[in-house]
């Protein structure tokens, strides 16, 4: 039995090597594009869910500049190295019960692979992603792809810089700097923060496109003290 159970583990340790020996980085960073709506690869740059630079051998939950972990997440005691965030991407749900990650997980190990391969060289300290890599994409446009790569909201140009919000009815009526009108129903516009590095300019919202079901675009300001000071209600 011993024996057996020995050959097990070694057929086991030399089938996840060769895993690791067929990973392709250049797939990985095709996958990673999903991730990095949510993600960034560079240090303490947050968005819906933590950077992760630095991330082989950090504490779950453990970035001590990002403030919306889950208890569940920081309380597992699990350390992220090539295992745990094997088991991580398989099932989030499963292997963490109880977290806020909505992802529901990658089956194809092949695929985990590949993801890992490129993470693991991108998170390293000292690393540079390029670009296309910290992004995973472009801004699309005021109304196309929207803001899902987190663009840097103090370079906008005209046509997404609000100059007035005006409600009426049941419509916001955004003017942006370009005098451009924008008339959305109440539903399809959501109002948000961002206080980082890369949001607006206090006094200068942006108005980025949110794709083409339900919310049609966000306007993001400074800080909240500015939404009312924004929004007129006149028709």
């Known amino acids: ?17 060769a895993d690791a020996q067929d990973a392709d980085p250049a797939r990985g960073q095709r996958v990673y ?12 740059r947050n968005m819906t869910g933590p950077s992760l630079a630095g991330l082989w051998n950090r504490k779950a939950g453990g970035l001590a500049s990002f403030q919306r972990y889950s208890p569940a997440l920081k309380t597992s005691g699990v350390i992220w190295e090539d295992r745990t965030l094997d088991q991580w991407l398989k099932d989030p749900k499963g ?5 806020h990650m909505s992802f529901p997980g990658i089956t194809e190990a ?5 993801l890992l391969a490129f993470l693991k060289d991108a998170t390293r300290p000292g690393a540079s992603p390029t ?3 910290r992004e995973g994409g472009g801004m699309g446009g005021m109304m196309g792809r ?12 005209p046509d997404n810089r609000v100059r007035t919000i005006r409600y009426c009815g049941d419509t916001y009526h955004v003017t942006t700097a370009d005098g451009e009108r924008h008339d959305l ?13 890369e949001g607006p300019e206090p006094g200068a919202p942006a108005m980025i496109g ?20 924004f929004v007129s209600q006149e028709c």
Do not use: Y
């Open 95 to 99: 292997f963490i019960p109880g977290n």
């Open 210 to 229: 949110a794709g083409m079901m339900g919310d049609r675009a966000s306007v993001i300001f400074a800080g909240p003290e500015e939404i009312a000071r």
């Open 131 to 133: 670009r296309s890599a």
């Open 146 to 157: 929207g803001d899902s790569a987190a663009p840097n909201l103090k370079k906008l140009s």
């Open 185 to 197: 129903w109440e539903r399809n516009l959501r109002f948000k923060t961002d206080s980082g590095d």
């Open 110 to 114: 092949q695929t985990r692979a590949d």
């Open 33 to 44: 594009r999903a991730c990095a709506a949510c993600h960034s690869l560079e240090a303490n």
């Open 1 to 17: 039995m011993r024996l057996a159970l020995s050959i097990i583990a070694v057929v086991a340790l030399c089938t996840m090597e």
